[in-house]
């Protein structure tokens, strides 16, 4: 168990994602180029970390320019709210992975120098080629009349 949280580890650290690429049949989705194991360690979702006001105040900004796509990802943990902004453009794919309610992919929250990061991890096996979603898990009556697809 500690030897493959120090390869989580060491993966986060250093940012690469090897393995992963842009979808070719959709221009902001993610698919993987290798076969993965229920319980492997895929990406983080990874952006600046902030507290919860902080992403409140954000994402009130970011409502208000129509050009500017929201990657907010709240989460709980050790009893804090935290959000990852992961709306400033990089080139880390953790960010550009799909939806789906039925998604391959579940995140977890893993302590690394003190701080909390977001990881995905495969939730049953993945065929290479196959695209990599997770449930997002909005069903509030504003974030389904904004995006419909929410519910698929």
């Known amino acids: 168990m500690e030897e493959k949280h120090k390869m989580i580890e060491d993966a986060i650290l250093s940012g690469v994602e090897e393995g992963f690429e842009i979808s070719p049949n959709k221009g902001r989705g993610v698919v993987t180029s290798k076969a993965l194991k229920r319980g492997d360690f895929v990406l983080e979702y990874y952006g600046e970390l902030i507290d919860y006001e902080e992403a409140l105040r954000r994402e009130s900004i970011y409502a208000m320019k129509e050009n500017t ?38 995140t977890q929250s893993i302590y690394l120098k003190e701080n909390p990061h977001l990881a995905f ?4 096996d993945i ?21 419909p697809w929410l519910a698929l």
Do not use: V, W
Not at 121 to 124: E, I, Q, S, T, V
Not at 127 to 147: I, N, T
């Open 69 to 106: 796509g929201c990657y907010m990802y709240y989460f709980k943990s050790s009893n804090k709210r935290y959000c990852i902004d992961a709306t400033k453009e990089s080139d880390r794919l953790g960010r550009l992975i799909n939806h789906s309610k039925k998604g391959n992919l579940k």
């Open 121 to 124: 991890f495969a939730c049953r």
């Open 127 to 147: 065929e290479a080629g196959e695209e990599l979603c997770y449930d997002y898990g909005d069903r509030s009556k504003q974030a389904l009349k904004s995006h």
